[in-house]
Nanobody, 122 residues
Framework: QVQLVESGGGFVPAGGSLRLSCAAS????????MAWFRQAPGTERVLVAA????????YYADSVRGRFTISRDNAKLTMDLQMNDLKPEDTAVYYC???????????????WGQGTQVTASS
């Protein structure tokens, strides 16, 4: 049974930082590309950042490039998202997901976590 479990969400003032983590089990983690998505109330789920299976390639949405950093540790079966200079518009539920393709399309991701809330207040 595949499980992706996010942690690290919380409430921070604008300009603050948070580090999200995703712990994986039940899959060959090093064979999967991984990503962070987010969804604010009333909006679609959108890609924030993605990392390929080996960690050598990354993708960032324009809105977070330069502020967020995605990383993974295949030995520990974890993926992280370091979020700096958080803005109120970053407020959303953040989800980790895995896919067989290095893609920006949510529908191509096979497994999803339950999400963790991030709130950045103005």
């Amino acid at each position: 049974q595949v499980q992706l479990v996010e942690s690290g969400g919380g409430f921070v003032p604008a300009g603050g930082s948070l580090r999200l983590s995703c712990a994986a089990s039940g899959l060959t983690f090093s064979s999967y590309h991984m990503a962070w998505f987010r969804q604010a109330p009333g909006t679609e789920r959108v890609l924030v950042a993605a990392i390929n299976w080996g960690g050598g390639a990354t993708y960032y949405a324009d809105s977070v490039r330069g502020r967020f950093t995605i990383s993974r540790d295949n030995a520990k079966l974890t993926m992280d998202l370091q979020m700096n200079d958080l803005k109120p518009e970053d407020t959303a539920v953040y989800y980790c997901a895995s896919a067989n393709l290095f893609t920006t399309t949510p529908g191509r991701y096979d497994y999803w976590g339950q999400g963790t809330q991030v709130t950045a207040s103005s």
